[in-house]
């Protein structure tokens, strides 16, 4: 996907196969799903990051890109990845970062969402990353704030960028090519944004995808989605080129659901034996945190089939990405300018 140039090279300046994909005039205010987004949009997105996986990979990775600019990553829920990932992205194109969670701000008080998202917009943000534990959350505060806002997981709804960074990697084992791949979402999928956002975007990319899951954790309705729904395991793995295992949101669950984790384990866990059905080269992915030994066998976390952290890398990048579309984005009548190097 990407064209590497030479470190040092004033080659640099020019991002390769990117350069036309760079002057993309990005027209969204706000990320809220995947869904707001076209296919030529996410590949844009993906080859973007391609070009910010590269600045990961230098010695120094920082460049100048957005400094001055200011995000306020705002987290109602615990995150390791996302949040890290977005401080990080952040710092590495020189914006100034400033972290808010529920335990310390004035939500924890009685204030409102609306008062917080006012007073964080007062003082002038470029954008507010914002994870919360309620559906709509994001679109809530986009509604007010005149600044960007980018989704970083609200409830059950939707985790946008947990889906494009699954999307590149995904994009970098199949060179680009879903057409004709297959992708199994594996557990949890009732509570699970991940598994909506990942259904959306692996569907508009052309993949053919399968759920697979107890009854009691299937979304109302799986008929109405567009995917194969399975309930036993060993049929569902058949031939797949990759499996997606969700972790079993047990704080969003209400009591009943299972009969027990370690049946679930033995029901559903995805082990060694079950990647022996699926089709040559397939690979494991998980969004993180990963409970080992419930919805993945501990050594098929660790094995070469896994490529999870190489998602976590990869959630970096397209961070970096996204808040360079988002923190540039120009009004319709202005191009946008091309990827500084
Ligand atoms: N995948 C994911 O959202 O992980 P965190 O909860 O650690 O951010």
């Excluded at 120094?60 to 890109?65: A, E, G, H, L, R």
């Excluded at 969402?113 to 919360?132: C, F, S």
């Excluded at 053919?208 to 995917?227: E, F, G, K, M, S």
């Excluded at 080269?281 to 660790?302: F, Q, T, Y």
Aim: include cysteine; charge should be positive.
């Amino acid at each position: 996907m990407t064209t590497r140039p030479k470190r040092g090279s004033p080659a640099r300046a020019n991002v390769g196969p990117e350069r036309k994909d760079a002057a993309m005039q990005w027209k969204h205010k706000d990320l809220l799903d995947v869904s707001q987004l076209s296919a030529d949009e996410v590949r844009h997105v993906l080859a973007t990051a391609a070009y910010f996986r590269e600045i990961n990979s230098r010695p120094v990775k920082k460049v100048p890109t957005l400094k001055g600019r200011s995000v306020v990553l705002f987290f109602a829920e615990p995150s390791t990845r996302t949040k890290t990932s977005f401080d990080m992205a952040g710092k590495r194109l020189s914006a100034d970062t400033f972290a808010l969670a529920k335990s310390g701000s004035s939500l924890s008080k009685g204030e409102t969402l609306k008062d917080t998202a006012l007073t964080l917009q007062a003082m002038n943000p470029d954008g507010i990353v914002i994870r919360h534990g309620s559906s709509g959350a994001a679109q809530f505060l986009a509604e007010r704030l005149e600044c960007s806002v980018i989704n970083a997981g609200d409830g059950r709804h939707a985790h946008p960028t947990q889906a494009l960074l699954d999307a590149l990697t995904l994009s970098r084992r199949w060179k680009g090519e879903f057409s004709g791949k297959t992708v199994l979402i594996l557990g949890d999928i009732a509570h699970s944004r991940v598994a909506r956002s990942n259904v959306l975007l692996l569907t508009m990319l052309g993949a053919n995808v399968r759920l697979c899951a107890p009854r009691t954790l299937l979304p109302p309705r799986p008929d109405t989605w567009p995917v194969a729904v399975y309930s036993e395991l060993p049929q569902a793995v058949q031939g797949v080129d990759a499996v997606m295992c969700l972790r079993l949101q047990l704080e969003r669950q209400q009591a009943g659901l299972l009969p027990g984790l370690r049946e679930y384990a033995r029901t559903f866990g995805l082990s060694p034996r079950h990647m022996a059905l699926a089709a040559p080269g397939a690979c494991v992915l998980h969004p993180g945190p990963i409970n080992r030994g419930v919805e993945i066998d501990s050594a098929l976390a660790d094995s070469a089939e896994s490529l999870i952290l190489e998602q976590v890398e990869n959630g970096v990048a397209v961070r970096m990405a996204l808040l360079y579309l988002y923190l540039t984005r120009k009004s319709p009548d202005a191009a946008q300018s091309g990827i500084p190097a």
